[in-house]
Every structure is written in structure tokens, then in C-alpha cells.
């Protein structure tokens, strides 16, 4: 097991405000655990309402008189692009740091933190290609559009893959010309501290990005009440967004929230069955079942029922669990002992609710720290609750149904409508399937390959609202329709009357 941190992790960081490193206020600090050992090695500066404030503040100062929002979309542009590089130059560093903060296989955390170095590459492009529509009526009339950044982002971010979901954010946001106030989940504040360093050295100004660690309930509640913040972009638990949806309220904030999932994968016996394999074990796996879009619920048709369940539990039983940042890893520890006893409650409850064909507990080889061993339940009802809730772990249910009906049904049985997976060779069945299901997102005979300009998001009570692509760069910004003349435009003479007194006359 790595018992100690990858070079150049600090013991300690702060708060960074206006271009500046600082304490909190108040001088708090909270303590951050390594999930392999659930040993503190760091500690964070507890950001409160005080220094919500004062974050809030500088952001405001850099939108209301800094060069950021005023820059041409291709002067961002290159220092965006900057950010890239500099992100990708580093990736097996971030790897490194990101796993030994959050327990993701090393492996998996260095394909994030590229992804991350996309995200920006993505939004630094499109926001140079972007446009806006100009209207013509002839001889009347022509209207155009001036997209505007909005001022001070709040930017939230749960602790899955922390620093891919919070560049996720971070692109589109600066991208548009406004500047922002980020608060990385307390599990995971190590590699939200990297982001000055990189910012600074991409040349973003001072202000524009602020980062403010401390819990939730405090510091990111003083955000999403910020009357100088209009908009927050939330990710994280449906619960937790439901909360920020009635504190946003008062003050009609713009608000984008991705929460929570229990996305169904649902597998036919006409599918190329070897390639369903990989993506449904691919699928809920990887990155710990850590994962917003995770299938756990596979849905199994019956011809195939029993090889495919058999087949997907000897896969279960063959991941490589082990220390995070040994590249051979599949799986890694979760990231939070307060996580850990979650799964394993969940793990306990479906041993009376399912088949327990894989894992079900601690592996053996690690008797300390938060592991859970890759955990398979079938026949699982759809009234279960290793069904309905999502889980967040390495835990699967599998279930069978015979016809398309039944298997819509039992997809679309949750509260969740996050993501679907539908594996099948029949192209209209594909098609049709994918359009009836309540998801945000249909992924066909593959696992969540993203494609950045597509939507992103979920229904019911996986989220409100889009972002991806151009939808991004709308929830970030304004439109202003101007509208313009051609004519003498006629208005009704209201007031006029019969009395010349009532017409303009030009004094001298
Ligand atoms: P969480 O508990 O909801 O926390 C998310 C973030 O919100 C953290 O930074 C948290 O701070 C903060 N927070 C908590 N209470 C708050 C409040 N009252 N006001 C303002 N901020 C508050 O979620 P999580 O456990 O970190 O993340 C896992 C969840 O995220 C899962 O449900 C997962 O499905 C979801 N997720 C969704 C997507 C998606 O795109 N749809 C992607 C990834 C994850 P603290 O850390 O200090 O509590």
C-alpha cells in the first residue's frame, strides 16, 4: 500500500481570494483523510460566511472593473487553451494527487484529469465560434442579440472525480467572461488547490477564479445565498440540490443542478453479448461506482438471464481491487470512511433482498481502510431498495424481464432519470427503446462515452437543466435582444388631442 503522498502534496492549504492565499477569518480548519488508510495527512482552511463574503467580493470587483469579462472571446480563448496545456503537461502529477485524495485507481484519475484539460480546450473553442442570430423584418426592422457574461458564479462540486467535474464548470464559466467563486467538496479539497498555481501561470487575472474550502452547510450556503452571486452551478446528491433549489429561490438565481442517478443498463438477447459484458461491468465499476451515470441496475433479458448473470459475476470476482496508485488497480477505496459504511449498509440490506453472486463485503486482502469488494445481487425486485437508491458504490443489482414492455417498465421504475444504456443489435427496437426511456442521457451498445457538445443532465430527480456544449455557454451568459428601426417606427399618439401645445417645439 503507498503510505505516504505523492510529492508536492502540501500538509496544509488555505483559501485563495483576490489572487491571494489566505486562512480562513476565523483561523478554522477541518481535517482531510486518505481513503487507503482514513489517516488525516492535510489540513483545510474552514471557509465560512465571512469569507464567502470577502471571496464574493473580489470576484465581483474582477467582473465589475477587471479585464476578464471586457477580453475578446480569443484573448480567453488562449489563456483557456494555456490552462490545457499546462493541465495536460501534468496529468500523472494530478493523477497522483487525485487518487491519493479520493481513493480512484490511478489509472482511471489520469484519463479524468485529461478529460479536464478537454473541457477547457472544448469551451476556449466554441466560445470563439461562437454566434448569435440577427433577425431582419425588411424595411423595418433588424434585431440582434448581445450575449453578456452575468457576473459572479458560484460553482459547487461533489467529490467524485473532483477535479474533471469541477473543470467542468470552470471552462464554461470563465469561457463566457464571468468570474467565480468555487467550493470543492471537503472529502476531496486537494486538487481544487491546484487550480491558482495553474491559473496564475495561464495568465487568468487576479479575482477572477476564488476558491473557498469548508463544508456545505456553511461556506456553500453563504454561496448560494450570496445576493452578489446570480447564478450556481450545483452538482451532487438530489437531497442536497433540492435544499439549494428553495435557498436559491428568494433571490431567482439561475441555478443548474446534476444530482443524483440509478441509471439502468438494459441488456437484449439479440446483443453482441461479450460487448454488453464489458460495459455493464465497465459500467458500474469503474471509478470505485463512484459514478453519477454508473448502470446499476443491469436489466437482463430471461433467454439469456442465467449465463449473462453468471458470466457478469466471475468478471465481478476477477477485478483487480487494490491500492490506488498501483496502475494494475480496477477498483480503489472509497473515498470516505463515512462513504464506506454507507455500501456496506446498502451490501447487507441486499443480502435479503437479492442473490449475493459476487463479493458482498470487505475484500479479504484488506481488513483496513474504506474497500469494498466489486458486489453483484440478482433476481433483485424493483421494490427493493438496492433497486430504487442509489447506492454510490461498487454494488450492482441484476434483474431479469422477458419482453420490451417489461423491461421499459422497470427501467423507467425509479426516481432517478439520470442515464440509460440499451444494448441490442435490432436497430428500431434501439431506437424507439431509447426514446421512450425517463433519462437525460441514452447511451447505444456502449458504456458512457461522452461527447462534449451533446446535453448533459437528467430528469426527474436527477436534475434541472442542461449543460454541454452551447447549452453551457447559455446558462452562463445573457442574451439581450436589441431591436432596431428602419422605419419611422409609428406609435399611437396617446395624449395628443386637438391642442397643438401638445407637440414638441424647440425652444432656441
Ligand atoms: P453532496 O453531499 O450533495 O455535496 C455536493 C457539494 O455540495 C459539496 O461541495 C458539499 O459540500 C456541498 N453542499 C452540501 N450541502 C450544501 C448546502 N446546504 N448548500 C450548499 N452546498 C452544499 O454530494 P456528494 O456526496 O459530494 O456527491 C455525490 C452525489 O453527487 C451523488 O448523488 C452523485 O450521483 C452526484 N453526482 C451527480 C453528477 C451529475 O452530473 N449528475 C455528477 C457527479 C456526482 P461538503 O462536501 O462540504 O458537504
Known sequence: MTATPPAGTPDRIRLYIGGEWTDAVDGDTFDVLNPATNEVYLQAAAGKKADVDLAVAAAKKAFDEGPWPRMLPRQRSRI??????????RDD?????ETWDSGLPVTQAKGQAQRAAENFRFFADLIVAQEDSAFKV???????????PIGVAGLITPWNVPFMQESWKLGPA?????????KPAS?????????????????????????ILGSGSTAGDALVKHPDVP??????????GATLSTNAAPLLKGLSLELGGKSPAIVFADADLEQALDATVFGVFSLNGERCTAGSRVLVQREIYDEFVAAFAARAKNIIVGDPQDPATEVGALVHSNHFDKVMSYVEIGKSEGRLVAGGGRPEAYPEGNWVAPTVFADVAPTARIFQEEIFGPVVSITPFDTDEEALVLANDTRYGLAAYVYTTNLKRAHNFAEAIDSGMVWLNSNNIRDLRTPFGGVKASGLGREGGYRSIDFYTTQQAVHITLNDAHSPRFGKGPDAATSFKKVN
Open 80 to 89: 483557456l487553451h494555456k490552462v490545457a496545456d499546462i493541465i495536460e503537461s
Open 174 to 182: 470563465l469561457a463566457t467572461g464571468n468570474t467565480v467563486v468555487l
Open 93 to 97: 502529477q494530478l493523477a497522483e494527487i
Open 138 to 148: 425588411p424595411g423595418r426592422q433588424i434585431n440582434y442579440v448581445n450575449r453578456k
Open 231 to 240: 447564478l450556481i452551478s450545483f452538482t451532487g446528491d438530489s437531497s442536497t
Open 187 to 211: 472529502y476531496t479539497p486537494l486538487s481544487a488547490a491546484l487550480w491558482p498555481e495553474i491559473f496564475e501561470e495561464a495568465g487568468v487575472p487576479a479575482g477572477v477564479f476564488n476558491l
